[in-house]
């Protein structure tokens, strides 16, 4: 062994603990190996967790299989709202999920943190309604009579009891010794943004009761907007997300815009650090970084989903494909719809 290798091996270890990511919990999401999380052993087991989220884990056996359906909910998310986008948030097979693409404290950093965030606090408060959970249930604070004049029925989803532990277990990591870093306060800010997305959009939703629907009685109760709501709303952020840099303000250091014309961005806004890569090329030393060649573009859209923008001026191929629809339904008498299948010719386009 030489000291060459050793000091190779030293570095790549240091270059590991350092590329150490908040976000590595999302990896729970691949974890479909491990059964249930069941006992205090298996929480010492899951990879990408840090030693404090192990803590958390061994205290709330019961939260992990739904911080696990978070970790997937936000990943499923990730992937539909970027599906026309260069860089379409495709996983890895290892940690962090996300490659190199998160590590950086970029626009795309800065959805996954506001997403994930959100997925737990989605996932966790989803157990808690559904009775699944003896730590919480519904929240029974609101109840009696609305001045609407509709009753409560006393199972609101529990969206502070989701919001708390999302807050616990996943900004765990900023809060520790790196609390003033740049980047701890843009994940910070990016988590807080991302529950957000579910706090302020959350809804009435109500039953009628009475002799057939009536609605002599109608009970209704605070329910969360469905995930695909709250991932539109963190997309919408995404696209008009703030570049920010540090300032220190007494002794507390801030994010303010860069740029100081901009309107200072509010608690519900995404800020990022650094300007995101352009995604074009494949890049065998950046985990993550697929490029866009192979992708499928709409050669009549200006858009970044566009050929044009997404196969960056490399240019595409086009070739004939066959789709099966189906078409010329009839309902027939009762009561069912039969369709035939048709066949037809698509241009499919696809970048080099
Ligand atoms: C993303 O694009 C790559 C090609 O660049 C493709 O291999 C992958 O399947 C896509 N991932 C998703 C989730 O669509
Ligand atoms: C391609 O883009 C055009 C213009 O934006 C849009 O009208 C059309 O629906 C898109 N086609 C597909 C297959 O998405």
Same mark, same amino acid.
């Given at each position: 062994?030489?000291?060459?290798?050793? @000091?190779? &091996?030293?570095?790549?270890?240091?270059?590991?603990?350092? +590329?150490?990511?908040?976000?590595?919990?999302?990896?729970?999401?691949?974890?479909?190996?491990?059964?249930?999380?069941?006992?205090? $052993?298996?929480?010492? %087991?899951?990879?990408?967790?840090?030693?404090?989220?192990?803590? !958390?884990?061994?205290?709330?056996?019961?939260?992990?299989?739904?911080?696990?359906?978070?970790?997937? !909910?936000?990943?499923?998310?990730?992937?539909?709202?970027?599906?026309?986008?260069?860089?379409? #948030?495709?996983?890895?097979?290892?940690?962090?999920?996300?490659?190199?693409?998160?590590?950086?404290?970029?626009?795309?950093?800065?959805?996954?943190?506001?997403?994930?965030?959100?997925?737990?606090?989605?996932?966790?408060?989803?157990?808690?309604?559904?009775?699944?959970?003896? $730590?919480?249930?519904?929240?029974?604070?609101?109840?009696?009579? &609305?001045?609407?004049?509709?009753?409560?029925?006393?199972?609101?989803?529990?969206?502070?009891?989701?919001?708390?532990?999302?807050? +616990?277990?996943?900004?765990?990591?900023?809060?520790?010794?790196?609390?003033?870093?740049?980047?701890? @306060?843009?994940?910070?800010?990016?988590?807080?943004?991302?529950?957000?997305?579910?706090?302020?959009?959350?809804?009435?939703?109500?039953?009628?009761?009475?002799?057939?629907?009536?609605?002599?009685?109608?009970?209704?109760?605070?329910?969360?907007?469905?995930?695909?709501?709250?991932?539109?709303?963190? $997309?919408?952020?995404?696209?008009?997300?703030?570049?920010?840099?540090?300032?220190?303000?007494?002794?507390? %250091?801030?994010?303010?815009?860069?740029?100081?014309?901009?309107?200072?961005?509010?608690?519900?806004?995404?800020?990022?650090?650094?300007?995101?890569?352009?995604?074009?090329?494949?890049?065998?030393?950046?985990?993550?970084?697929?490029?866009?060649?192979?992708?499928? #573009?709409?050669?009549?859209?200006?858009?970044?989903?566009?050929?044009?923008?997404?196969?960056?001026?490399?240019?595409?191929?086009?070739?004939?494909?066959?789709?099966?629809?189906?078409? &010329?339904? $009839?309902?027939?008498?009762?009561?069912?719809?039969? #369709?035939?299948?048709?066949?037809?010719?698509?241009?499919?386009?696809?970048?080099?």
């Amino acid at each position: 062994m030489t000291a060459g290798y050793l @000091l190779r &091996s030293l570095l790549l270890l240091i270059l590991a603990l350092f +590329s150490a990511n908040a976000s590595n919990w999302l990896y729970l999401a691949k974890l479909s190996s491990v059964g249930s999380i069941s006992d205090e $052993k298996t929480c010492e %087991k899951l990879r990408g967790l840090i030693q404090r989220q192990v803590q !958390i884990c061994k205290r709330n056996l019961e939260v992990m299989d739904a911080v696990r359906r978070g970790a997937q !909910i936000a990943i499923d998310e990730c992937q539909y709202q970027f599906r026309n986008r260069r860089w379409n #948030c495709s996983t890895l097979e290892t940690v962090p999920v996300f490659g190199k693409v998160v590590t950086q404290g970029t626009r795309e950093a800065a959805f996954v943190y506001a997403i994930s965030a959100a997925s737990v606090a989605f996932a966790v408060t989803r157990a808690c309604s559904s009775g699944e959970l003896d $730590k919480c249930g519904c929240d029974r604070n609101v109840h009696g009579f &609305s001045p609407e004049g509709f009753q409560w029925s006393g199972c609101s989803d529990n969206i502070a009891y989701g919001v708390a532990f999302s807050q +616990s277990f996943v900004d765990v990591r900023e809060r520790g010794k790196g609390q003033s870093s740049n980047r701890a @306060l843009m994940n910070l800010h990016n988590n807080e943004a991302g529950r957000k997305a579910i706090l302020n959009n959350m809804r009435v939703e109500c039953k009628c009761h009475g002799v057939s629907g009536s609605c002599e009685l109608k009970t209704c109760w605070k329910a969360m907007p469905p995930f695909r709501k709250v991932g539109n709303v963190i $997309k919408e952020k995404f696209d008009g997300a703030t570049e920010v840099e540090q300032r220190k303000i007494g002794t507390t %250091k801030v994010l303010v815009p860069r740029n100081a014309q901009f309107k200072p961005h509010t608690d519900e806004d995404l800020v990022y650090l650094e300007p995101s890569p352009d995604f074009c090329d494949f890049d065998p030393r950046t985990p993550g970084m697929l490029g866009t060649a192979g992708r499928h #573009c709409n050669k009549t859209s200006k858009a970044i989903d566009g050929c044009e923008l997404m196969c960056c001026g490399r240019g595409f191929h086009t070739e004939e494909v066959e789709v099966v629809d189906r078409c &010329s339904c $009839k309902f027939h008498w009762c009561c069912y719809v039969k #369709c035939k299948q048709c066949r037809k010719m698509v241009e499919m386009h696809t970048c080099r």
